[in-house]
Nanobody, 123 residues
Framework: QVQLVESGGGLVQAGGFLRLSCAAS????????MGWFRQAPGKERECVAA????????SYADSVKGRFTISRDNAKNTVSLQMNSLKPEDTAVYYC????????????????WGQGTQVTVSS
């Protein structure tokens, strides 16, 4: 069982930055791939970034490549999402997720989720 708690959301102007963090419980945290999804009003939840258990492999949605960076600290059981050059279209609730092996693009295939943190980017 893995429990996830996100933090770091807020209101920022376009062009600004935010750093999201997700604290995970569980002694085998390092065996889980981690990911960040987001869901805007009226839209489906989408994966924006994922990272392997070791941290050696990362992937990003095309819409955030070059602006967002996912990282993890297995000693502290945390995963972070550094978001730079934020745009109004990045406005959404951001969720941390965990899955043994590989994070799946389909939300229903990832068993563990945080409660979400709101990110609002004003124009």
């Amino acid at each position: 069982q893995v429990q996830l708690v996100e933090s770091g959301g807020g209101l920022v102007q376009a062009g600004g930055f935010l750093r999201l963090s997700c604290a995970a419980s569980g002694r085998t945290y390092y065996t889980y791939a981690m990911g960040w999804f987001r869901q805007a009003p009226g839209k489906e939840r989408e994966c924006v970034a994922a990272i392997s258990g070791s941290g050696d492999s990362t992937s990003y949605a095309d819409s955030v490549k070059g602006r967002f960076t996912i990282s993890r600290d297995n000693a502290k059981n945390t995963v972070s999402l550094q978001m730079n050059s934020l745009k109004p279209e990045d406005t959404a609730v951001y969720y941390c997720t965990a899955r043994p092996g590989v994070v799946k693009q389909t939300p229903g295939q990832n068993p563990y989720w945080g409660q979400g943190t709101q990110v609002t980017v004003s124009s």
